[in-house]
């Protein structure tokens, strides 16, 4: 059972380049995440997925667009990246208040 | 709005010797409290969680925690530390909706031998 897949996990990127960092999961879960983690600031939530169909912005969502492209995959596009945009992002998924699985995670650093 | 903090950047214990890792949150309603653990280049696995009924609540790996409504903390523990669990520990807030759950900053576990 694979759970919560992350491609890539790793990337460099030149500012202004974009990029799609793809999301899948295989539980069936309703509810995808996407989050950022930087040192000493533990995660923050770019975007969500309450379910199909529907995305929301979290708490850092400036630089960054989504795509929940069915119910097991959502994508996070950045634009044009910027050297803030440099950390490691996760995706998670849910079903209900269980708690979240999260993928291993993309490292991404925007030179 | 909902906060979490994690007074403790970093800890070190001896391995064998008992672990309580601090978390204070900020939430105006009942909390939905849990503890994720983090291992160098993984993400983040659920350790357990809290919604309601008994404040001790038992997780995986030995783990427990305790919600302390009038202390507004949920302090994780384990009566005895191997050095496997040496890693990241993050808790978290979630609000009743289950999509805006917020993370403390981390605190870092070193396990002596």
Known sequence: N????????????????SMTLQ?????NHNSMYWYRQDPGMGLRLIYYSASEGTTDKG?????????RLNKREFSLRLESAAPSQTSVYFCASSRGLEGY?????TRLTVV | AQSVTQPDIHITVSEGASLELRCNYS???TPYLFWYVQSPG???QLLLKYFSGDTLVQGIKGFEAEFKRSQSSFNLRKP???WSDAAEYFCAVGDTG???TIFGAGTRLFVKA
């Open chain 1, 2 to 17: 694979a759970g919560v897949t992350q491609t890539p996990k790793f990337q460099v990127l030149k500012t202004g380049q």
């Open chain 2, 98 to 100: 289950g999509f805006k």
């Open chain 1, 59 to 67: 708490e850092v969502p400036n630089g960054y667009n989504v795509s």
């Open chain 1, 101 to 105: 699985t999260f993928g291993s995670g």
């Open chain 2, 80 to 82: 005895s530390v191997h």
């Open chain 2, 42 to 44: 993984q993400g983040l």
């Open chain 2, 27 to 29: 939430y105006g309603a």
């Open chain 1, 23 to 27: 999301c899948a999961q295989d539980m």
